[in-house]
């Protein structure tokens, strides 16, 4: 492995203890029962460890929604065309989409990135072109891409995560766009937690159930072909990955090694997380798990993550919709342990024991 | 029944079809798969159905956080002192509870409101006094409150929400708080569902099972002492209420009456929704259920009222904190409605058949 890329992933810490510590009390001083904030109270928590704090703060937040094609469509894998990733991406950059709206509402900024649309994209300066190729190969037949090309978009990601963190930053979601992406994602999953590809497959954006057979069979073949070992998850990205889901991965590696807690959207980016996590094991306790997709593997994804998700709203759009309402309840977690009144401060009398 | 309360009840209508009918079809030209945002598509729909508009709006929001005190604590069914509901009710008007917190992060003003707190308060700006007694009675020994107490308290929530709609009003929330209400609300659940006491009673603010024990045995007291008929609302809540549960299910009722969604927070706004359904079986459409509560009977109540919980983050505090958050995502989604991009709009080409 390349330079920044291996450099980034040793300065990949165990959360900071005596933060945990310190917020875990202060929470048990604020002016209601012990524990009935429930996952908002965990979530202050971890979030003290990660950045260091034992009253962290969310100011700047961000997301990074990379857009890709994938070679697989070949195989005729969904039903959507393959130009609706590139129509999507001008979605994005015209505030018309879906994660546009969240993140307008929530205080997101948005940075689009081009990681390898298949179609080429018109400049504009709202659009981060980072292209690795114009699309990954059929994986149903051999590698998505070359090694070299899984590093480049992983340190892709790192590197724009460094970019994120300059502009100042205090938490990040992921999010993606790509027609058939559902495609690799349940293939990386079936790679890395053992599971057959029948388990771990899923409608996508809504296929029935004669295509739903035909993708399953189609992420079959695409492991026959590959032969990808769980135990080399960059090489696991190239053989069955996407350039969208590398660049991800490289965003969670890059924002982790910097202190920056990382929310995962849905099952796209889980699968990001499952190659980041797979280069560093760490990475674990610096992941936000927004919420439960409706995509069906997801539940297995976030089990072999060892993470619980915030919410279960039947969403599975992707673009870090989900991960935009996560950053919110990150947001007010942290509101709550900084502002709320201690016992004390408010003359309340505490529980009699 | 008396006037107010009758008439209002008679101005609760069905949802406007055909408000939901045009959001639906809205829904499912928006640039992205058909119910790929899930829970907040139909909440969009609901909201139209409710506010008798195609695309639906929310920005006056606003919760009223209603506080009384309990008779039956003299049975010692918890372990906080009776004066913390006072001590809180100062906490919310000086800003440092939880629901203050959450409040200001998601827009909503507060309304606080003495229903009937034992402790006399002092007079605040900011308080709404509409004390119905200091405390309910023992229901443990017989009625909590007179039935012209129980109207009281409903046609007082009625007169507030009625207060909050001239101030301009879009969404309502409701929250609560009253040391020992968590055992009127048990009580309530177990007459409008039929379940034994043991069923439907949880552990409150955190009690040891030996506690628990106790109370269930003290609900059993209060419905033999009782006997109270489901098919009588108003009697359940006269019998074994409380006044901040009575004037919470009127904020509903007034709310639905003028066409304004209600998002209903915990395990004791539950037990109002079950008195002001029981009232006007047609209310059931204008409620938005905020979390499933970590208290034990919540699930059982929401089976009951027919409702699906948007969140589930183990929250037991109350105040209102779920019902904010609640209405944050009930905003997202009509600004999903209202503002993103339509397939022909963006020009994004659409699944193929």
Chains 1, 2 share one sequence.
């Not at 029962?33 to 979030?47: A, D, F, K, T, V």
């Not at 879906?98 to 649309?117: E, F, K």
């Not at 990601?157 to 502009?167: P, Q, R, S, V």
């Not at 980041?276 to 593997?297: M, N, T, V, W």
Request: aromatic share 2%.
């Amino acid at each position: 492995m390349s330079g920044l890329l291996t450099e980034t992933i040793k300065k990949i810490k165990p959360l900071d203890g005596s933060a945990v510590e310190q917020a875990r009390r202060r929470q048990d001083r604020l002016t209601k029962p012990q524990g009935s904030l429930g996952r908002l109270e965990e979530l202050s928590i971890q979030l003290a460890g990660i950045q260091r704090k034992p009253v962290p703060q969310i100011k700047d937040k961000a997301i990074i929604v990379m857009a890709g094609d994938h070679g697989v469509v070949a195989e005729k894998v969904g039903n959507w065309p393959q130009e609706v990733t590139a129509q999507m991406v001008y979605n994005f950059l015209g505030g018309g989409a879906g994660i546009n709206v969240i993140a307008r509402q929530t205080g997101v900024r948005l940075t689009v990135v081009d990681m390898g649309v298949a179609t080429p994209l018109e400049n504009s300066p709202a659009l981060v072109s980072r292209k690795v190729a114009p699309g990954t190969k059929n994986i149903a037949r051999g590698p998505a891409m070359t090694i070299e090309q899984a590093t480049q978009a992983l340190e892709t990601g790192i590197d724009l995560a460094n970019k994120e963190i300059d502009k100042g930053l205090d938490i990040i979601g992921t999010g993606d766009m790509g027609i058939g992406n559902t495609t690799p994602s349940s293939a990386i999953l079936a790679v890395m937690s053992g599971k057959a590809p029948a388990e771990v497959t899923g409608r996508g954006t809504g296929i029935d159930d004669e295509l739903l057979a035909h993708k399953i069979n189609v992420i079959e073949r695409a492991l026959a072909a590959n032969r990808p070992d769980p135990k080399r998850p960059l090489e696991v990205l190239a053989k069955v990955g996407g350039f969208e889901i590398g660049g991800l991965a490289g965003v969670m590696l890059g924002a982790a090694a910097n202190h920056v807690p990382v929310v995962i959207d849905g099952f796209i980016s889980g699968a990001a997380a499952l190659i980041a996590a797979g280069l560093a094991p760490q990475l674990k306790d610096y992941l936000i798990p927004a919420h439960r997709s409706a995509e069906a593997g997801h539940r297995i994804l976030l089990q072999h993550l060892g993470v619980k998700p915030l919410l279960d709203l039947d969403m599975r759009l992707g673009e870090g919709t989900g991960a935009a309402l996560a950053i919110f309840l990150s947001e007010i977690a942290c509101k709550i342990l900084a502002e709320m009144a201690t016992f004390p401060e408010a003359g309340v009398s505490e529980k009699q024991s």
